[in-house]
């Protein structure tokens, strides 16, 4: 039996049961599809102590991490959003060219260049090497590095310690929620603010986004959870902010519990009993969460075979560690989709983990002109129905599948 990732309680409560998953960001090649692919459990347990949300951990961090495809840079609606986030953040602290800002997680620089273009200093850390690595030739001095006390102690030393320590979809991939947490304690100065998004699990449940869930998200956060983790490292949640992205996430705002300059926000408070009445403090809560997850997958293939009786061709759109997570655990393979498209080179040519389903350059829609496009990052789905507006030209629709399977004309 596994033990809750921060309090170390037997984790005895299953939230929900996703079968078998090979890891959502390892697209195979051409010479790959045809050898043995590992899978693991895609299990989704509940810590009946501290209500933390988490997978099991199968598979050492550094398998995960060391070559990540996914670059931050690659959706204009991400880059805004960061943009914005840059220009709030520097005014509200008044950040300037004596102050230092660090982003955990800081992948291919996106974020950072939005501070080092006002001349703020910064440092990212970054432990994929690929995605460090591009931030670097843009310009983004970043530590290649899985972020945590030690390298905390190490960037202090070197007189680094942060006005803004930022993260963004970092928290839940951190194997050691502990050390990060604790890490983020040494690095800030006395009176810094850290500030952190994550995708919000009430949201989650409320809206059946079982898809977010994969083996490279080790956790998932209400705001009740996340301020208890942090009020163990020493850390006070001040102010909280519900913002759009992923599919509806948190942006908290942390500091020093000896910092009281900084009183609690009344959005703090809201949003503490809003989870309170939504049950989230409530273990009932959480087993009620899979039955909602068996229909949606009922739903979708029902639609897919559906389409398929009717001689219509699928294609999908996106290649995001969601869509993996969907279509294994649907069992959707080319039987119903014929192949999927994304933006990102670093994928044509490869194919989706376990189910085998060829990537291609955005162009093979218009070539092939399938009758519906399934759109796998249904977060982004506005700005991609935008996009992709082309394809209503010779009929063809948009099918989203989250949180219920509705088709767009
Ligand atoms: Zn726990």
Redesign the pocket.
Known sequence: MAN?L??A?PLRRTVVDLGMSPLCESFLTVDQINHMEPFYPLHVWV?E??F?VQVEEYVRPEGIFTEYAYFSSYSDSWLAHMRDYAHMISARLSLRENSKVVELGSNDGYLLQYFAAKGIPVLGVEPARNVAQAAIARGVPTVTKLFGRQIARELVAEGDQADLVCGANVLAQVPDVNDFVGGIKLLLKPGGVVTIEFPHLMRLMAENQFDTIYHEHFSYFSFLTAERIFAAHGITLFDVEEITTHGGSLRIYGRHIEDTSKPASERATKLRAREQSAGLDRIETYAAFAEQVHETKRRLLDFLIGAKRRQKRIAGYGAPGKGNTLLNYCGIRTDFLDYTVDRNPYKHGRFLPGTHIPIHPPERLSETRPDYVLILPWNLKDEIMEQLAYIRGWGGQFVVPIPDVKVYP
Do not use: D, P, Q, V
């Open positions: 809750c921060f309090c309680e810590c102590r501290c933390l």
